[in-house]
């Protein structure tokens, strides 16, 4: 394979990028001079190197010493820790804080699953999150788990799943379990939900 064609292959794995999309990438970077490609491409390269995964809610964040594994929210003295919001995705989570609605903390749990599978979807961390419920309860003392997924069958079916699974955590530390309400409309995303409606939403968690 040709150079051009592995680049248009590597960008249309990117989320919600298209082939035709990814193939105006490349010819967008061909247009350009070597120095653009140069710096794009050391951007990448140390990219990795200057963030880090927070070990409790697996948000990427820029890690200002080496020895930081906790990223600020979960760090901070002024975030409400017996709270925990689940969500799919980064940006999900993103746009929560933006909103300014919500001082607790979250977990992002990578995706969800699909409604044909019954069992684990690959990828999903589910064994981290149980970890991490199991943590919260003894460190931080752990009294509510919201649910921030889409209002699809998809959202539907990792809720269920992640309830079951929780179920002898929660039963026996009586931990309440709410879904954002329904101010959220179906299968509109928590990414693009503006901040009247995730605020409405986690007012009438239910
Ligand atoms: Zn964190």
Known sequence: MDNISKLIEKFSQFPGVGGRQAKRFVYFLLSQDKNYAQALSTIILQLSDSVTKCSHCFRFFLSSSIDASVCNICASANTDKTLLMIVAKDVDLENMQKSNTFNGRYFILNGLMSIASKKDSV???????VREIKRAIEEDNLQEIIFAFTVNPEGDNTKMFI??????LIEKHKIKITTLGRGLSTGTELEYSDSNTLKSALQNRE
């Not at 990828?123 to 999150?129: A, D, K, M, S």
């Not at 309830?163 to 002898?168: D, E, R």
Request: overall charge positive; aromatic content about 0%.
């Open 123 to 129: 990828g999903l961390r589910t064994t981290e999150l």
């Open 163 to 168: 309830k079951q699974l929780l179920q002898p």
